[in-house]
Nanobody, 122 residues
């Protein structure tokens, strides 16, 4: 399995989804993992990041307090738990990896997975 985000779907406002980022080729805990999203007509933006070096975590201001990110060492995944979802969270969500520090910049990441669609609508 190459780098891939999964777990998207259709959810009502206020609902939750859990996205997973996996790649069977790499030990995910050795990489900084970034979560990004791209809505139609908008630029890709960094949503969250978890660093491999010091465990530091970043969240986009608009998702802080609603989203959490964590590594599942046993499954070799990095999961993005999204709660209290809003229509503005609708986008294709991507995960990406790099060896450096946590960053929300697209250009800092080396490998990108296929995205997963998240739609928040009643």
């Amino acid at each position: 399995v190459q780098l891939q985000a999964s777990g998207g779907g259709l959810v009502q406002p206020g609902g939750s989804l859990r996205l997973s980022c996996a790649d069977s080729r790499f030990p995910m805990h050795e990489y900084t993992i970034g979560w990004f999203r791209q809505a139609p007509g908008k630029e890709r933006e960094g949503v969250s990041c978890i660093s491999s070096s010091d465990g530091s975590i970043y969240f986009l201001a608009s998702v802080e307090g609603r989203f959490t990110v964590a590594r599942d060492i046993s499954k070799n995944t990095v999961d993005l738990q999204m709660n209290s979802l809003k229509p503005d969270d609708t986008a294709v969500y991507y995960c990406a990896i790099q060896k450096g520090k946590c960053s929300s910049r697209v250009g800092d990441y080396d490998y990108w997975g296929q995205g997963t669609q998240v739609t928040v609508s009643s």
